[in-house]
């Protein structure tokens, strides 16, 4: 079992819907998350930080299931300009000494 | 202000050749990592540094080599290039990077390396 899973779609939606990933992980002792987007051949920058009780930035919101060890993104009334990849990302206490275990990622098409 | 500056942006070697690539980061950061980047591989950590002086193996280490003299600069050297090293390699640094919390990455705009 990977450490980090997402399905890589991709995901075609119109412009105005609300998408969301989701991304799981295996060890439960992982203690911080986050998403990043990965415009087309460029570096992964941060989109935000994920904390236990949810958080939302803007039209974009993160939750944490830590009993079913999972993350997800939600994006309200999309925009062209949210077509890209969504990573998650997770730190992995044990295995990888507390650094951070990327996703493979989501891609995300919004068509007009 | 720079952030994270790789150089060189694009590059191709032909097997048994070597190369240095070199990232700078100017944010003070303490920790620096190398990923390479594969279609559907995800981002791969090769190697990382939690400070001036120090490096430690990453997930996928064979093949390539690192240095960390400068708090800010941190290289990754290939000695003997391989076709299956052709990928999109990324630097990246952050405030911390160990134990319980991490802080967030900052990337560098990568460097396109094929190996013919």
């Known amino acids: 079992r990977k450490e980090v899973e997402q399905d890589p779609g991709p995901f075609n939606v119109p412009e105005g819907a609300t998408v969301a990933f989701n991304c799981t992980y295996s060890?439960?002792?992982?203690?911080?998350f986050f998403w990043y987007r990965q415009d087309c051949r460029k570096e992964p920058k941060l989109l935000m930080s994920?904390?236990?009780s949810g958080n939302e930035d803007g039209r974009f919101t993160a939750q944490l299931n830590r009993a079913s060890q999972y993350i997800s993104l939600l994006i309200r009334d999309s925009k062209l300009s949210d077509s890209a990849t969504y990573l998650c990302?997770?730190?992995?206490?044990?295995?990888?000494?507390?650094?951070?275990?990327f996703g493979q990622g989501t891609e995300l098409s919004v068509k007009p | 202000n720079a952030g994270v500056t790789q150089t060189p942006k694009f590059r191709v070697l032909k097997t048994g050749q070597s190369m240095t690539l070199l990232c700078a980061q100017d944010?003070?950061?303490?920790?620096m990592y190398w990923y390479r980047q594969d279609p559907g591989m995800g981002l791969r950590l090769i190697h990382y540094?939690?400070?001036?002086?120090?490096?430690a193996k990453g997930e996928v280490p064979d093949g390539y080599n690192v240095s960390r003299l400068k708090k800010q600069n941190f290289l990754l050297g290939l000695e003997s290039a391989a076709p299956s090293q052709t990928s999109v390699y990324f630097c990246?640094?952050?405030?911390?990077?160990?134990?319980?919390?991490?802080?967030?990455?900052?990337f560098g705009n990568g460097t396109r390396l094929t190996v013919t």
């Open positions: 990246a640094s952050s405030y911390s990077g160990q134990g319980i919390n991490n802080s967030p990455l900052h």
């Open positions: 060890n439960s002792a992982s203690q911080s």
């Open positions: 994920v904390y236990s």
């Open positions: 990302v997770v730190n992995d206490l044990y295995n990888q000494g507390g650094k951070l275990i």
């Open positions: 944010m003070n950061h303490e920790y």
């Open positions: 540094s939690v400070g001036e002086g120090t490096t």
